[in-house]
Nanobody
Framework: QVRLVESGGGLVQAGGSLILSCAAS????????MGWFRQAPGKEREWVAS???????YYADSVKGRFTISRDNAKNTLYLQMNSLKPEDTAMYFC????????????????WGQGTQVTVSS
């Protein structure tokens, strides 16, 4: 089973940018869906964005127009480009892979990384 390791988190000022990466231990070519979720302290895990094997992309309304999800099958890596960051984007960000039937539902993803912290200061 594929293992996932996120990186790229950090502290950034509001309006800044970060690129998150999620490296998979095996091939992601045949994975149906890959996604990013986030969880802030005291809040439930929230879906951020997903990408299907055919490269269709989906975004939560809160990040649409600011974040871009992409996958590089040759490098077995998932990315999340985050621009125009806001303090409310502060959270632990997790990547996940799975069937992605209901693309925003955590239950559709069966492998998760350990997360990378993103903190946006005002």
């Amino acid at each position: 089973q594929v293992r996932l390791v996120e990186s790229g988190g950090g502290l950034v000022q509001a309006g800044g940018s970060l690129i998150l990466s999620c490296a998979a231990s095996g091939s992601i070519f045949s994975i149906d869906a890959m996604g990013w979720f986030r969880q802030a302290p005291g809040k439930e895990r929230e879906w951020v964005a997903s990408i299907r094997r055919g490269s269709s992309t989906y975004y939560a309304d809160s990040v649409k127009g600011r974040f871009t999800i992409s996958r590089d099958n040759a490098k077995n890596t998932l990315y999340l480009q985050m621009n125009s960051l806001k303090p409310e984007d502060t959270a632990m960000y997790f990547c996940a892979v799975g069937r992605g039937g209901t693309i925003w539902a955590p239950r559709e993803y069966d492998r998760w990384g350990q997360g990378t912290q993103v903190t946006v200061s005002s």
